[in-house]
């Protein structure tokens, strides 16, 4: 298994630009989230999916638009980028089971640099 | 809402010392409460979690009781090693959602 893989691992746009983040799981997981990683901030949650073809907010989603058409997909598109979405990303997913409860897993991050 | 406190850092250790991370949390029922641990350059991994009152996680020496009367979730370690050094990450899951903490870097020197 690969796991959570997501692409790129470093990005540098101007402000205006706009692009998709790449996320993919391949361990048939129905739920995955999207995270930004900021200094002194924790993880804050962007966007996440509880299955193909459903999607909610988090807790700061303005600037940020997902879909999830597939259960192995999840990619984070930045419509418009602002100096203040410069950050880490980090896409997660993860499962709820009778026996193991719930586990996410994390991908290696993409370190997005906005200027 | 659901929120998280963890002590902040960083916090400097030398090896073989005791380790203490300090977590409480607020939240509605009664959440799972994980330890996440980042090292540079990398992901979240998850070190150890609890999902009920009285249970212990434990993982690679590191130990961390779910405590409901103090709504704590504190991380120990009796004797780190250099390797230990990263960010460490309290969280609670709700519902659906997963909160974290501001994490805390640890750094052990030999």
């Known amino acids: 298994n690969a796991g959570v893989t997501q692409t790129p691992k470093f990005q540098v746009l101007k402000t205006g630009q706009s692009m998709t983040l790449q996320c993919a799981q391949d361990?048939?997981?129905?739920?995955m989230s999207w995270y930004r990683q900021d200094p002194g901030m924790g993880l804050r949650l962007i966007h996440y999916?509880?299955?193909?073809?459903?999607?909610d907010q988090g807790e700061v989603p303005n600037g940020y638009n997902v879909s999830r058409s597939t259960t192995e997909d999840f990619p984070l598109r930045l419509l418009s980028a602002a100096p203040s979405q410069t950050s880490v990303y980090f896409c997660?997913?993860?499962?709820?089971?009778?026996?193991?409860?719930?586990?996410?897993?994390f991908g290696p991050g993409t370190r997005l640099t906005v200027t | 809402g659901d929120s998280v406190t963890q002590m902040e850092g960083p916090v400097t250790l030398s090896e073989e010392a005791f380790l203490t991370i300090n977590c409480t949390y607020t939240?509605?029922?009664?959440?799972?409460l994980f330890w996440y641990v980042q090292y540079p350059g990398e992901g979240l991994q998850l070190l150890l979690k609890?999902?009920?009152?009285?249970d212990k996680g434990s993982n690679k020496g590191f130990e961390a009781t779910y405590r409901k009367e103090t709504t704590s979730f504190h991380l120990e370690k009796g004797s780190v090693q250099v390797s230990d050094s990263a960010v460490y990450f309290c969280?609670?899951?709700?519902?659906?959602?997963?909160?974290f903490g501001t994490g805390t870097k640890l750094q052990v020197i030999p």
């Open positions: 997660a997913s993860s499962y709820q089971s009778q026996g193991q409860g719930y586990e996410q897993y």
């Open positions: 361990m048939n997981h129905e739920y």
């Open positions: 999916s509880v299955g193909a073809g459903i999607t």
């Open positions: 939240a509605t029922g009664y959440p799972s």
């Open positions: 609890a999902t009920k009152a009285d």
């Open positions: 969280a609670s899951k709700g519902y659906q959602k997963v909160t």
